[in-house]
C-alpha cells in the first residue's frame, strides 16, 4: 500500500511539473517554478526573483549531501521555497535562512536520504506533501508559528516523535499517513483539528493530547491510541 500511493504521488507531481513547465507567466513562478534559474550561486542553488523584490529558491544541485541556502543572493532577500524546489533531491541536509517565509507545496517530497533539516521560525504553513516519502527523515520541529499541516505532508516519512505547536488549527488527511515508524504525536492545543485518515496507517502511534481536547475526540471516533496530559 505504502509503495502504491508514493508511486501515485510521484506520477500525480511529474504531470504537474510538465505542466509549470509549459506556462510563460512569470507570475506563477514563485509557485511552481521556472524550468531554468534566473540565478545560480557558486553552489548550485537557483532563484527566481518574484514580483516584490525577494528571491525564491527554484533548485539545488540534486546530488549534493549538503544544500545550504543562503539568506541573501546578489544583495536580494531570499524568502521563499518555490514547489518542488528541492524534489527528489539526494541530500543528507539541508540548510534553510531564517529569512524564509513561505515553503510551497512538495518542496521537500521524496528526499529519501533527508536527515536534518531546520524550519525557520517564520513558516507559518506546512504545505501538501512537503515532506511525503522523507524516509530517513526521523524528527523535525514545527515552527510555533505554523497555522496549518497540508494533506500528505509527512506521508510516508520516517519521523518518530512529533510535536505540534499550539497555534496550528489544522492537520489535514493523510499527512502523517503511512509513518510506520511514528510513535508519539504530541498536540499541545485543545482545539487543533485533525480531518479524517491523517494517521492512516501509522498503527503504532499513540497521540497525546490535552484532556477532552479535539484531538482525543479524533483518537477515540478512529480507534487511535491516545494518552492525556
Given at each position: 500500500m505504502k509503495k502504491l500511493i508514493l508511486s501515485i504521488l510521484v506520477a500525480a507531481t511529474l504531470v504537474f511539473s510538465f505542466t509549470a513547465c509549459g506556462q510563460d507567466n512569470k507570475n506563477t513562478a514563485s509557485f511552481a517554478g521556472p524550468t531554468e534559474p534566473q540565478l545560480k550561486d557558486k553552489n548550485g542553488v537557483g532563484f527566481f526573483e518574484t514580483a516584490d523584490g525577494t528571491l525564491s529558491v527554484t533548485t539545488a544541485d540534486k546530488n549534493a549531501k549538503v544544500i545550504a541556502v543562503p539568506e541573501t543572493f546578489n544583495k536580494k532577500k531570499v524568502t521563499k521555497l518555490s514547489k518542488s524546489a528541492f524534489k527528489m533531491s539526494k541530500a543528507e541536509k539541508i540548510v534553510l535562512p531564517d529569512s524564509l517565509e513561505t515553503i510551497n507545496d512538495y518542496a521537500f517530497a521524496f528526499c529519501r536520504n533527508l536527515k536534518e533539516i531546520k524550519l525557520p521560525s517564520k513558516i507559518k504553513k506546512?504545505?501538501?506533501?512537503?515532506?511525503?516519502?522523507?524516509?530517513?527523515?526521523?524528527?523535525?520541529k514545527i515552527p510555533d508559528k505554523v497555522k496549518s499541516i497540508g494533506i500528505f505532508a509527512f506521508n510516508g516519512s520516517g519521523?518518530?516523535?512529533?510535536?505540534?505547536?499550539?497555534?496550528?488549527?489544522?492537520?489535514?488527511?493523510?499527512?502523517?499517513?503511512?509513518?510506520?515508524?511514528?510513535?508519539?504525536?504530541?498536540?499541545?492545543?485543545?482545539?487543533?483539528?485533525?480531518?479524517?485518515?491523517?494517521?492512516?496507517?501509522?498503527?503504532?502511534?499513540?497521540?497525546?493530547?490535552?484532556?477532552?481536547?479535539?484531538?482525543?475526540?479524533?483518537?477515540?471516533?478512529?480507534?487511535?491510541?491516545?494518552?492525556?496530559?
Open positions: 506546512i504545505g501538501q506533501n512537503s515532506f511525503s516519502g522523507c524516509e530517513s527523515l526521523k524528527t523535525i519521523l518518530e516523535t512529533i510535536t505540534i505547536p499550539k497555534n496550528v488549527k489544522l492537520i489535514q488527511g493523510f499527512a502523517f499517513a503511512e509513518c510506520e515508524s511514528l510513535k508519539e504525536v504530541r498536540i499541545l492545543s485543545e482545539s487543533t483539528q485533525i480531518e479524517q485518515k491523517a494517521f492512516n496507517d501509522s498503527p503504532d502511534a499513540v497521540i497525546i493530547a490535552p484532556k477532552n481536547s479535539e484531538a482525543v475526540e479524533y483518537a477515540k471516533k478512529n480507534t487511535i491510541a491516545y494518552k492525556t496530559k
